[in-house]
């Protein structure tokens, strides 16, 4: 009876030293990930939206059939007068959200979009949704033309979710901003 109880006041003894070692790693690193977040962040918005200033603008209520999450909008400013909106959004993969910016223009075209994080999707096959090779059929495209984007052979669901997230900040824009930006 004596060793299960030493035993256990180890392991407890282990375990608080390493819940509070790692509470103070969370603390210690939490800012700089962030500030790495931001940094990346704002890196992307210069690829989809180049030589504009942003200008985050609140959310409105949204809905969308594909499950695509838009977490943030920004105006995008070019000598002090609007150019268009970057959207961060997310939707489903393969194998877990694909997250993007994306820039559209006034007139509904896209600008061009940097994936955020698909870190989840698999190497090789899914991950190639980061490549320029791919990325680059979205630039000048529209909602009517979003069909036209080919599909990554044997990374059908990553290029989907990339799809989907693009219908999504198309879908958004056309619905709440459109005639905002003019």
């Known amino acids: 009876m004596k060793s299960i109880i030493k035993n256990a ?20 690193t939490k800012e700089p990930i962030e500030k790495s977040n931001k940094k990346a962040t704002m890196e992307a918005y210069s690829i ?3 030589d504009a200033q ?4 609140s959310l409105k209520d ?17 000598d002090g007068k609007a150019a268009g909106y970057v959207f961060t959004t997310a939707s489903k993969g393969y194998g877990g959200d694909i997250k993007l910016a994306v820039g559209i223009d006034l ?3 896209i600008t061009g979009i940097s994936v955020l994080d698909a870190s989840n999707e698999t190497p090789g096959l899914g991950a190639r949704v980061q490549e320029d090779e791919f990325t ?47």
């Open 48 to 50: 989809v939206f180049s």
């Open 9 to 28: 006041l180890i392991l407890t003894m282990i375990t608080l030293v390493a819940g509070t070692a790692l509470a103070v790693v969370y603390s210690i």
């Open 107 to 109: 007139a509904g075209s």
């Open 62 to 78: 949204y809905n969308d059939e594909n499950n695509s999450k838009i977490s943030a909008v920004s105006k995008a400013v070019k």
């Open 54 to 57: 942003f200008e985050e603008i």
């Open 136 to 182: 680059a059929q979205f630039k000048n495209i529209n909602s009517d033309t979003l069909n036209d984007v080919d599909a990554i052979s044997g990374a059908t669901y990553s290029s989907k979710g990339v799809k989907n997230a693009v219908s999504a900040s198309l879908k958004y824009f056309n619905d709440n901003l459109k005639e905002e930006g003019k």
